[in-house]
Nanobody, 122 residues
C-alpha cells in the first residue's frame, strides 16, 4: 500500500509558476504510475498529467501540454508537477494518485493523496 502526500500549492498571480510535489511516505513508489488530477469547485475531477513507473512515458491533457511538466525522482520517492503560465482557470485542488498502470481515468487509480490547493489570482 502507498501513502501519498502532496505539497507545493499556494496563491500565485496569473502568469506565475508553481511546482507541486507528491511524496510517498511508504510503499514501493517506484513500481507505480502516478497521475495528477484537479478539481475546481462545482466541477468534476479532471485529469492533468501522468507518468509511468519507469518515467519513460508521460501523458497530458492537451490544454495543459506545454505549460505543465510531470517528472519523478526515484531517489526521493517523489513525483513533481511543474506548472508554468498559470491562469485563474487553473485554480483547483490538485491531487496525485498512484496505480500499477498508466492512464487518464481517475477511476483506475487506487491510492490518492489529500490534495493541495492552487489559487491563481488575475
Amino acid at each position: 500500500q502507498v501513502q501519498l502526500v502532496e505539497s507545493g500549492g499556494g496563491l500565485v498571480q496569473a502568469g506565475g509558476s508553481l511546482r507541486l510535489s507528491c511524496a510517498a511516505s511508504r510503499g514501493t513508489f517506484s513500481l507505480y504510475a502516478v497521475g495528477w488530477f484537479r478539481q475546481a469547485p462545482g466541477k468534476e475531477r479532471e485529469f492533468v498529467a501522468a507518468i509511468s513507473s519507469s518515467a519513460a512515458n508521460t501523458m497530458y491533457t492537451d490544454s495543459m501540454k506545454g505549460r505543465f511538466t510531470i517528472s519523478r525522482d526515484k531517489t526521493k520517492n517523489t513525483v513533481y508537477l511543474q506548472m508554468n503560465s498559470l491562469q485563474p482557470q487553473d485554480t483547483a485542488v490538485y491531487y496525485c494518485a498512484a496505480d500499477s498502470l498508466l492512464g487518464r481515468s481517475a477511476y483506475q487509480y487506487d491510492y490518492w493523496g489529500q490534495g493541495t490547493q492552487v489559487t491563481v489570482s488575475s
